[in-house]
């Protein structure tokens, strides 16, 4: 989400099925089970609370932002009100994996 600055690793959150307001919950979950001293006494300032206040702006639909997946091996799926029109809410790019993104999927080792 560029707006907010914020990238994730794939894998980050493991294999979800869910929608955008699920993917921010469990963005907000976790990142508050990982920083327990974000918040509460150990606090040492408001910049996790006003991040996390942000995550729950999006999930709720009062700001809006870009929410981009970026997908090699195609694994997402996006449901489209629209179709079989396209739904002009989403843009696909599609693209040549790298060199590296085939590493780092295993698949310039594989032997078929």
Same mark, same amino acid.
């Given at each position: 989400?560029?707006? $907010?600055?914020?990238?994730?690793?794939?894998?980050? !959150?493991?294999? /979800?099925?869910?929608? &955008?307001?699920?993917?921010?919950?469990? &963005?907000?979950?976790?990142?508050?089970? /990982? %920083?327990?001293?974000?918040?509460?006494?150990?606090?040492? %300032?408001?910049?996790?609370?006003?991040? $996390?206040?942000? !995550?729950?702006?999006?999930?709720?639909?009062?700001?809006?932002?870009?929410?981009?997946?970026?997908?090699?091996?195609?694994?997402?799926?996006?449901?489209?009100? *629209?179709?079989?029109?396209?739904?002009?809410? $989403?843009? &696909?790019? /599609?693209?040549?994996?790298?060199?590296?993104? *085939?590493?780092?999927?295993? $698949?310039?080792?594989? /032997? &078929?």
């Amino acid at each position: 989400m560029p707006e $907010i600055d914020l990238e994730l690793a794939p894998g980050t !959150l493991g294999s /979800v099925y869910t929608t &955008v307001e699920g993917l921010l919950q469990k &963005v907000i979950d976790q990142m508050n089970e /990982v %920083n327990p001293f974000g918040q509460g006494d150990s606090k040492t %300032n408001d910049k996790f609370l006003t991040f $996390i206040k942000t !995550l729950d702006e999006l999930k709720e639909g009062t700001k809006p932002f870009t929410l981009i997946l970026d997908d090699p091996i195609s694994n997402c799926f996006i449901y489209n009100p *629209n179709a079989p029109e396209e739904d002009p809410q $989403i843009k &696909v790019d /599609v693209y040549e994996r790298t060199e590296e993104q *085939n590493d780092e999927l295993g $698949i310039t080792d594989m /032997v &078929v």
